[in-house]
């Protein structure tokens, strides 16, 4: 890579986006997409959003899909809501329905909410949203394929059975409540609660999913118990 564009990563890096504009400017001429994109990309930090656009537009393309989702966040901000989703359109091409992350599919269906429905933008994004469906209905609860297909009490997955696997079993099964309803909130609620919640793949058997299931192990699960006993206790002896 070039000086200006090694130095200019470095001040990105160190949020130092002044020098990183000159950076990225003294090797501009290069014609890098990458370092046209990212003096866009000081500059959008910057708040300069006319700026930004200029090079966000020079760089968009195959090589840099980013580009597009960038320059439909700056149309968003200027109020321009049907550029904000031809851009955003055309990232989705580029990158593939499949490969949307829950964020993305949120900004999505933000900006289809905001399209005019007589508009043929609109139409092309009900296309969108249907193979969105179609993807997600897809999604098996595989998250990690290799604790969902135990054999021979093997979880760890060395071939043989040994104390170390107890350890592993005990925390795949303390996770997997937490974990379930997680997977639930990210593929089976409406794609806005999960970026509302700021959800992600992250969470698997994380601190969000350990509080979850020991919630349900401690409170959840005793509450029912009882109200089991409680039911059989008042049928065996009814007042």
Do not use: C
Not at 95 to 107: A, F, N, R, T
């Amino acid at each position: 890579m070039h000086a200006g564009y090694t130095e200019g990563k470095a001040a990105l890096k160190d949020k130092q986006y002044e020098l990183a504009i000159k950076e990225f400017t003294s090797s501009v001429n290069t014609g890098d997409k990458l370092n046209l994109f990212y003096l866009g990309f000081a500059n959008h930090k910057l708040g300069k959003l006319k700026e930004a656009w200029k090079w966000y537009k020079k760089s968009a393309g195959k090589d840099v899909p980013i580009a597009f989702y960038n320059l439909s966040i700056i149309a968003d901000e200027f109020g321009n809501s049907e550029d904000a989703a031809i851009l955003f359109l055309s990232y989705i091409d580029l990158i593939g329905v499949d490969k949307l992350s829950i964020k993305e599919q949120g900004i999505f269906y933000d900006r289809m909410v905001n399209t005019n429905r007589d508009s043929k933008y609109y139409q092309e994004m009900q296309l969108v949203d249907q193979e969105i469906v179609r993807n997600f209905s897809s999604i098996s609860d595989d998250r990690d394929g290799r604790k969902w297909n135990i054999s021979g009490g093997d979880f760890n997955f060395d071939g043989k059975f040994s104390i170390t696997d107890l350890w592993v079993g005990f925390t795949w099964i303390f996770f997997y409540l937490g974990d379930w309803i997680h997977f639930h909130m990210l593929y089976t609620f409406p794609f806005g609660f999960s970026q509302f919640l700021e959800l992600d793949v992250t969470f698997y058997s994380g601190w969000l999913s350990g509080i979850t299931s020991l919630y349900i192990y401690l409170i959840v699960f005793p509450s029912i118990i009882v109200e089991v006993i409680n039911v059989r206790s008042f049928y065996k002896n009814p007042k």
